[in-house]
């Protein structure tokens, strides 16, 4: 289950995008001689608001308009999405099961739980039995509709049976990116060698990526937590890309 932004509010802010582009290109041309700073000003100033500040609202690092549609993206930059994760999710499925069923479902909310507790009491009506979400906040209802169930929750970027632990009781394991990693070695490079630039991955090859302990299954499958090891280990390999 993905959170990602509708179409309305993707199309707000590329208008006010577009507003503040032709804009400034039309006061440019009127005033050769005016700075570029001063044109800015002046343009801010006479746009309507809802075109000022729709596009850093909706359009701003972090808010879900990054999950969904085109991103521009330094070339040969490769950024995880919810796509990713999903995709991910349903080719390990079918590896351990080929005829099993993978449901798919878009919230349109990164900030929502109860909108993600809807969908997922939806889901579990339909027979859905392991939910797996990848959905910010909205995600934390998820996982609350999972526990009200009794059926099983997968957490996501961190290990959220600590930090949701009002849904530890069915959180089996979580896919997290180790962000304590990631600053480590980036307070790491910094210190080495000051200042830098382009782009540090980190991944199953630096041990950026990896599952959570395993809870709530009691006992745990015989040879569950080899084929968990295994499989990252291949994922450093090159041997395993979840992702074809």
């Known amino acids: 289950m993905e959170g990602c932004p509708g179409r309305r509010q993707r199309d707000r802010g590329a208008k006010a995008g577009r507003h503040r582009h032709q804009g400034h290109r039309g006061l440019q041309a009127e005033h050769p001689t005016a ?3 001063e044109v800015r000003r002046h343009l801010h100033r006479r746009l309507p608001h809802r075109h000022r500040h729709a596009g850093r609202r909706e359009g701003q690092p972090g808010h879900p308009v990054l999950w969904c549609g085109p991103v521009r993206r330094r070339p040969g930059a490769r950024q995880l999405s919810g796509t990713d994760y999903i995709k991910g999710y349903e080719n390990g499925a ?3 099961k080929s005829t099993v069923t993978v449901t798919i479902n878009y919230v349109e909310d990164f900030n929502a739980p109860d909108k993600g507790e809807a969908s997922a009491k939806t889901m579990i009506g339909q027979g859905v039995d392991v939910l797996f979400q990848v959905a910010g906040l909205t995600g934390a209802g998820v996982l609350r509709a999972a526990c009200n169930a009794k059926v099983y929750g997968i957490g996501v970027d961190v290990d ?5 632990p009002d849904s530890k009781a069915c959180i089996i394991t979580s896919a997290e990116k180790h962000l304590q990693n990631a600053t480590r070695d980036a307070i790491k490079r910094f210190k080495d060698k000051g200042k830098q630039t382009g ?3 980190n991944d199953a090859t ?9 809870r709530n299954l ?3 499958p015989a040879g569950l937590t080899d084929k968990l090891k295994q499989a990252t280990e291949d994922m450093k ?6 992702i074809p």
């Not at 959220?160 to 949701?164: A, E, G, I, K, T």
């Open 199 to 201: 782009n540090f991955t």
């Open 94 to 96: 079918k590896s351990v």
């Open 35 to 37: 700075r570029r700073s």
């Open 237 to 242: 390999s090159g041997k395993l890309k979840p």
């Open 218 to 220: 009691s006992p745990v």
């Open 206 to 214: 630096n041990d950026g990526i990896g599952a959570s302990e395993i």
């Open 160 to 164: 959220q049976y600590l930090s949701l």
